[in-house]
């Protein structure tokens, strides 16, 4: 069955009417179909196809053309309503567009959310390209779900940085138009387009965000790395400053954040390399069931092998995995022999693999590599050097109060978002190396104190307004972390300091608030302040008082001077303010603020 290209049909063009308000307000472009799609990066043309071009390179066989079989039960010719549009630049944050085809299913009510298939295309073709070659739009139409097909900027893009940018920009556009249900958002990609499902889902696990429920990986092409070595052809592309820029052996760290396998650059040749799955990104799927087919005799003859390595990997870190290899795939069109194209896919039993599956967004085995400070799942990891990885693993009770994490390599801060109500028990066993910090974020009531061994903790640090509580994690340890929304923030800068250095103080204290008496000492205690109001700080010798005027807005900033004295290095104080309201009554108490000496 083909699609015949050509204008919108009637019905068609009264959708576009009656979303003509969004449509304009959101200064999407909507294009008629058979329109070439606009050349955006002016990137290097792909060889014609003829008769005796090679079908083993990835440039050749990702562009084989496929009939897409039988449609979906009960579906017609025409069904779909097929919309191809540009999500404009001034909404995607890249300086480029995005063309998209996407389809609102006939039965769409505004008042009942839709799941959302995603479709990713493979090298040298567009989104449009996905409805043609197989039934995926059919399929959701069928179903009662949105189909939105992303080209990720250009068809040459191997999901770089700024295509998935621009991706996230479509589904988020989308998402505004209609109704779509944000637990059920699944992904399919074919070859190429694969790897860019792979790496998306693998960088999109805000728990707070866009988390993929599940994907579809067909044919799947997932190491950018072996690409560049294995297919010269395609590194003209791959150099692209729009791609990675260089080569691999130039910029690694480029290839491998946007690739979900990885193998040792080292190894090649022979086929297929040597597999570094602790620097693969695709571990971060162990909470995203995937649906893995491939043929056997795939053209591209090193793909079958990356395939069977993804599937061991996922199931290596307890992900749901559905393994579908298959052999002598034809067109089923021609009878033409198809062993690297859409025709792999079984879209009626995909689809039935997607509609099993929600997203997890906390789920209570955590595995989470980042190539920036980001948030997976319930844990934000922050590398502790530039265009490097970070790793750690996770465990949690099903309430969420009991977190332990282990396994940190490379991490300079762990945040720990905990979804139950505190006191929460956090725990890590040693990490690799480094002492990075860990801390609480991300809850409803933040954490504000710690005790270990039944005792406050003082060798803490605080930040009011960015990461609170952050607990230095260079030994394995656990703690009994407690929420606390502190009635001000006090902070110090810089912190720490060395001796003779120019301190700045910050008070933030609500209104009103007259005076903040600032204790400072070396001791900790928790000492109830009428009802509601903690103090942290121990008032046994030596320690300190000083009261500090606020203005009406209940705020103070003011500069001293740390002393010369060597003899400093390496003192911490313990901090912390007593709010002093009209009348001299106790107003509330700020959080404890650790300040450290170099």
Same mark, same amino acid.
């Given at each position: 069955?083909? &699609?015949?290209?050509?204008?919108?049909?009637?019905?068609?063009?009264?959708?576009?009417?009656?979303?003509?308000?969004?449509?304009?307000?959101?200064? %999407?472009?909507?294009?008629?179909?058979?329109?070439?799609?606009?050349?955006?990066?002016?990137?290097?043309?792909?060889?014609?196809?003829?008769?005796?071009?090679?079908?083993?390179?990835?440039?050749?066989?990702?562009?084989?053309?496929?009939?897409?079989?039988?449609?979906?039960?009960?579906?017609?010719?025409? $069904?779909?309503?097929?919309?191809?549009?540009?999500?404009?630049?001034?909404?995607?944050?890249? =300086?480029?567009?995005?063309?998209?085809?996407?389809?609102?299913?006939?039965?769409?009510?505004?008042?009942?959310?839709?799941?959302?298939?995603?479709?990713?295309?493979?090298?040298? =073709?567009?989104?449009?390209?996905?409805?043609?070659?197989?039934?995926?739009?059919?399929?959701?139409?069928?179903?009662?779900?949105?189909?939105?097909?992303?080209?990720?900027?250009?068809?040459?893009?191997?999901?770089?940085?700024?295509?998935?940018?621009?991706?996230?920009?479509?589904?988020?556009?989308? @998402?505004?138009?209609?109704?779509?249900?944000?637990?059920?958002? /699944?992904?399919?990609?074919?070859?190429?387009?694969?790897?860019? $499902?792979?790496?998306?889902?693998?960088?999109?696990?805000?728990?707070?965000?866009?988390?993929?429920?599940?994907?579809?990986?067909?044919?799947?092409?997932? !190491?950018?790395?072996?690409?560049?070595?294995?297919?010269?052809?395609?590194?003209?592309?791959?150099?692209?400053?729009?791609?990675?820029?260089?080569?691999?052996?130039?910029?690694?760290?480029?290839?491998?954040?946007?690739?979900?396998?990885?193998?040792?650059?080292?190894?090649?040749?022979?086929?297929?390399?040597?597999?570094?799955?602790?620097?693969?990104?695709?571990?971060?799927?162990?909470?995203?069931?995937?649906?893995?087919?491939?043929?056997?005799? !795939? =053209?591209?003859?090193?793909?079958?092998?990356?395939?069977?390595?993804?599937?061991?990997?996922?199931?290596?870190?307890?992900?749901?995995?559905?393994?579908?290899?298959?052999?002598?795939?034809?067109?089923?069109?021609?009878?033409?022999?198809? #062993?690297?194209? /859409?025709?792999?896919?079984?879209?009626?039993?995909?689809?039935?693999?997607?509609?099993?599956? %929600?997203?997890?967004? &906390?789920?209570? =085995?955590?595995?989470? @590599?980042?190539?920036?400070?980001?948030?997976?799942? /319930?844990?934000?990891?922050?590398?502790?050097?530039?265009?490097?990885?970070?790793?750690?693993?996770?465990?949690?009770?099903?309430?969420? !109060?009991?977190?332990?994490?282990?396994?940190?390599?490379?991490?300079?801060?762990?945040?720990?978002?905990?979804?139950?109500?505190?006191?929460?028990?956090?725990?890590?066993?040693?990490?690799?190396?480094?002492?990075?910090?860990?801390?609480?974020?991300?809850?409803? #009531?933040?954490?504000?104190?710690? &005790?270990?061994?039944?005792?406050?903790?003082?060798?803490?640090?605080?930040?009011?307004?960015?990461?609170?509580?952050?607990?230095?994690?260079?030994?394995?340890?656990?703690?009994?972390?407690?929420?606390?929304?502190?009635?001000?923030?006090?902070?110090?800068?810089?912190?720490?300091?060395?001796?003779?250095?120019?301190?700045?103080? !910050?008070?933030?204290?609500?209104?009103?608030?007259?005076?903040?008496?600032?204790?400072?000492?070396?001791?900790?205690?928790?000492?109830?302040?009428?009802?509601?109001?903690?103090?942290? %700080?121990?008032?046994?010798?030596?320690?300190?008082?000083?009261?500090?005027?606020?203005?009406?807005?209940?705020?103070?900033?003011?500069?001293? /001077?740390?002393?010369?004295?060597?003899?400093?290095?390496?003192?911490?104080?313990?901090?912390?303010?007593?709010?002093?309201?009209?009348?001299?009554?106790?107003?509330?108490?700020?959080?404890?603020? &650790?300040?450290?000496?170099?």
């Amino acid at each position: 069955m083909t &699609r015949p290209a050509s204008t919108p049909s009637r019905l068609s063009l009264l959708l576009l009417v009656l979303a003509g308000p969004l449509a304009a307000q959101q200064d %999407v472009q909507v294009l008629p179909r058979g329109v070439p799609p606009p050349d955006l990066l002016g990137l290097a043309a792909l060889p014609k196809i003829t008769a005796l071009s090679p079908r083993d390179t990835l440039i050749f066989a990702d562009r084989t053309l496929v009939g897409q079989g039988p449609a979906p039960a009960g579906v017609g010719d025409t $069904v779909g309503q097929l919309i191809h549009a540009v999500v404009p630049a001034s909404l995607t944050g890249t =300086t480029k567009g995005e063309l998209i085809e996407y389809l609102v299913p006939s039965s769409y009510k505004p008042a009942k959310s839709v799941p959302l298939l995603v479709a990713w295309h493979g090298f040298g =073709t567009s989104a449009a390209n996905v409805s043609e070659q197989s039934t995926l739009d059919e399929e959701c139409e069928a179903r009662g779900w949105a189909y939105l097909s992303v080209t990720g900027i250009d068809d040459k893009l191997f999901g770089s940085l700024p295509a998935q940018q621009n991706v996230a920009a479509a589904i988020a556009w989308l @998402q505004a138009k209609i109704n779509i249900d944000p637990e059920r958002i /699944w992904m399919v990609g074919f070859s190429m387009g694969a790897g860019c $499902v792979t790496s998306f889902a693998a960088r999109h696990r805000d728990p707070d965000g866009l988390v993929i429920a599940a994907v579809g990986l067909v044919s799947g092409s997932f !190491d950018w790395t072996q690409t560049w070595h294995l297919d010269p052809a395609a590194r003209v592309w791959l150099e692209n400053p729009w791609n990675f820029g260089a080569t691999p052996a130039a910029s690694p760290f480029a290839y491998q954040r946007c690739s979900g396998l990885y193998h040792d650059p080292a190894s090649y040749p022979p086929t297929p390399g040597t597999h570094l799955d602790q620097m693969a990104m695709a571990q971060n799927l162990h909470a995203t069931p995937a649906w893995v087919t491939w043929d056997t005799g !795939d =053209t591209l003859a090193y793909l079958p092998a990356q395939s069977t390595r993804l599937v061991d990997l996922l199931e290596g870190v307890g992900g749901t995995v559905q393994s579908q290899p298959v052999s002598g795939t034809t067109n089923p069109d021609t009878g033409a022999p198809a #062993t690297h194209s /859409w025709a792999v896919l079984d879209e009626d039993a995909l689809c039935d693999f997607l509609a099993q599956h %929600v997203a997890q967004r &906390r789920p209570q =085995t955590l595995v989470a @590599q980042v190539d920036e400070r980001r948030p997976a799942t /319930w844990l934000t990891l922050e590398p502790a050097a530039a265009n490097s990885f970070a790793w750690a693993r996770g465990v949690s009770d099903a309430t969420g !109060d009991v977190l332990a994490l282990s396994d940190v390599s490379g991490a300079a801060r762990l945040l720990v978002a905990p979804w139950a109500t505190a006191p929460w028990s956090l725990s890590l066993a040693a990490p690799a190396a480094g002492s990075p910090l860990l801390g609480v974020t991300g809850t409803g #009531t933040p954490a504000g104190w710690a &005790r270990q061994g039944g005792a406050p903790v003082t060798a803490f640090d605080f930040e009011p307004g960015g990461d609170g509580l952050l607990l230095p994690a260079g030994a394995a340890a656990t703690w009994e972390v407690h929420a606390r929304a502190w009635d001000a923030g006090l902070s110090l800068l810089p912190d720490p300091a060395p001796p003779g250095a120019a301190i700045q103080l !910050d008070v933030d204290a609500p209104p009103g608030t007259a005076v903040a008496w600032i204790l400072g000492g070396i001791a900790s205690a928790e000492i109830p302040l009428g009802t509601s109001h903690l103090l942290l %700080v121990a008032p046994s010798p030596p320690f300190v008082i000083v009261p500090v005027p606020l203005d009406a807005a209940g705020d103070a900033q003011g500069s001293t /001077w740390l002393s010369h004295d060597a003899s400093l290095s390496g003192a911490w104080i313990l901090l912390q303010a007593a709010l002093q309201g009209p009348g001299g009554r106790l107003t509330g108490t700020s959080n404890a603020f &650790r300040f450290d000496v170099q």
